[in-house]
């Protein structure tokens, strides 16, 4: 298990996931939110109607229990809500260089 960080245009959370996914992070994450988010049956309470589009509300937390629930064995875990940091240049020192994704 490796540390992450992620945000959905908010505070920085602090994950515990896989290697593989770490290691891959870009990947899960764009096949998340570009793919699945859309496509499966699995992922329609996250569907919202818009006017006369459809489109998607979920959060970093709804892609930890995405790949609790339907990638992986292994449990994520969030570790820390990192208050009041909402970019990447803005680290505490134990953070920096950890793979990062924005939502």
Same mark, same amino acid.
């Not at 680290?91 to 920096?96: A, D, K, Q, S, T």
């Given at each position: ?27 899960? *994450?764009?096949?998340? *939110? ?17 006017? +006369?589009v459809?489109?998607? *509300?979920? +959060? ?11 990638? *992986? ?12 940091v909402?970019?990447a ?15």
């Amino acid at each position: 298990m490796k540390n992450i960080l992620l945000s959905a245009d908010s505070e920085l959370s602090v994950f515990s996931v896989p290697d593989e996914v770490a290691d891959n992070l870009q990947e899960y *994450c764009l096949e998340f *939110c570009c793919n699945w988010l859309h496509k499966s049956p699995d992922a329609a309470k996250y569907r919202v109607k818009m006017g +006369s589009v459809t489109g998607v *509300c979920y +959060s970093e937390k709804d892609f930890i229990d995405y790949l609790n629930q339907y990638i *992986c064995d292994e449990q994520s875990v969030l570790i820390e809500i990192l208050t009041d940091v909402y970019e990447a240049d803005n680290l505490p020192e134990e953070y920096v260089g950890l793979p990062y994704f924005n939502f």
